[in-house]
């Protein structure tokens, strides 16, 4: 069995910023790509940004403020969020790519969430 949990969000004005982590833990082989998604209020699930072992990547939306990082020793991503605005107000989860054994194929795992509120 694996988990995600994640953590740091919050309620932050405009302009401001936030660090997100996520932790895999449990049956871990290995891990491909990892990144975040968020969903706001009436609008459809999407992607923030992922990360691979070669090179990370972002929503137009975000690129130049958002940046994803990994610390594969921990099973760790952060997601580092400058310069927020009220646009960014969403529940971000956590996903990962991880496969819990040699044989066996990867499969998707996803966080519970945590809620990102950018508001003066």
């Known amino acids: 069995q694996v988990q995600l949990v994640e953590s740091g969000g919050g309620l932050v004005q405009p302009g401001g910023s936030l660090r997100l982590s996520c932790a895999a833990s449990?049956?871990?082989?290995?891990?491909?790509?990892m990144g975040w998604y968020r969903q706001a209020p009436g609008k459809q699930h999407e992607l923030v940004a992922t990360?691979?072992?070669?090179?990370?990547n972002y929503a137009d939306s975000v690129k130049g403020r958002f940046t994803i990082s990994r610390d594969n020793a921990k099973n760790t991503v952060y997601l580092q969020m400058n310069s927020l605005k009220p646009e960014d107000t969403a529940v971000y989860f956590c996903?990962?790519?991880?496969?819990?054994?040699?044989?066996?194929?990867?499969?998707?795992?996803w966080g519970q969430g945590t809620q990102v509120t950018v508001s003066s």
């Open positions: 990360i691979t072992t070669r090179s990370p």
């Open positions: 996903h990962a790519h991880i496969r819990s054994h040699p044989v066996m194929a990867l499969m998707d795992y």
């Open positions: 449990g049956s871990i082989f290995s891990i491909n790509a």
